[in-house]
């Protein structure tokens, strides 16, 4: 099992739900964090209860559908951190459900797509370039199985073309250290989720930490969190590297 303990990460969307639960867990392994949401005031809280294990953590603010802000927060990461090793790409914006999918309208296509994946192929693309010549370095972009459900359309459109984004970087990055993999959390009980949904947000844990942990070079693969739900740590990353 890979050791984080004192690299930094960037987790996107850290305020609350699955990025919170993300955030959580690397500080228990001792990894210092820089936490994204679209208020500095979201993450204050957080940022020092996180604080409390012995790890740095900083906090910037930006909203991802904004090119503008986007530019401003890559620019603001390396006043923050000393490097960046680890990133969550999990920050996302769910589009309304529309019976009539014939008239859903171009603004969310174009706010979904410049949320769910313009913004995080621009962080991809100013981070991992460092991560390539230190030698190491782990993406994660969360992902969803949406699908034949066009009534959502503009979220289950930006999701697939970031799930397929992660599989054209495998050549990219073969033999470099540095990995990039999806992770499906699963139907969660969280604000973009449903109360109705099957599994609480506690239980994208360790299931979200092992593309992470992992040895390897394990590219493009897409990592389904529901998998090693109950499991620790020591027996997520057992199963997921015997291919289970």
């Known amino acids: ?22 955030a959580t867990a690397l500080s228990t392994l001792g990894c210092n964090l820089v936490l994204h949401s679209r208020s500095l005031e979201h993450t204050r809280l957080l940022a ?3 604080s409390a294990n012995g790890v740095h953590v900083k906090s910037l603010a930006a909203d991802l559908s904004e090119p503008d802000q986007v530019a401003k927060l890559i620019t603001e990461i390396g006043s923050v951190a000393t490097q960046i ?9 769910m589009t309304p459900y529309h019976a009539d999918v014939y008239q859903i309208p171009d603004e969310e296509f174009h706010r979904s797509f410049e949320t769910n ?35 959502f359309a503009p979220y289950a459109t930006s999701k ?6 992660t599989q054209d970087f495998v050549p990219i990055l073969d033999g470099t250290g540095v990995t990039m993999n999806a992770l499906h959390p699963g139907w ?45 740590i020591e027996h997520a990353i057992e199963r997921a590297e015997h291919g289970q």
């Not at 099992?1 to 987790?11: G, P, Q, S």
């Not at 697939?160 to 984004?165: N, S, T, W, Y």
């Open 1 to 22: 099992m890979t050791e984080i303990k004192d690299r930094w990460a960037l987790v996107t969307g850290a305020s609350r739900g699955i990025g919170k639960a993300i």
């Open 48 to 50: 020092e209860e996180l």
């Open 85 to 93: 090793d680890i990133l969550y790409n999990n920050a996302a914006i």
């Open 117 to 151: 994946v313009i913004s995080p192929i621009k962080i991809c693309n100013a981070l991992i370039p460092a991560m390539i010549e230190r030698g190491w370095g782990r993406v994660i972009n969360l992902t969803t199985d949406m699908d034949k459900q066009p009534q």
């Open 160 to 165: 697939a073309a970031l799930r397929k984004f």
């Open 188 to 232: 969660l009980r969280t604000d973009m989720g449903s109360d109705q949904a099957a599994h609480s947000v506690d239980t994208v844990i360790p299931g979200a930490l092992v593309p992470v942990l992992l040895s390897g070079f394990i590219c493009g693969k897409e990592f389904l969190a529901q998998d090693y739900s109950g499991l620790s």
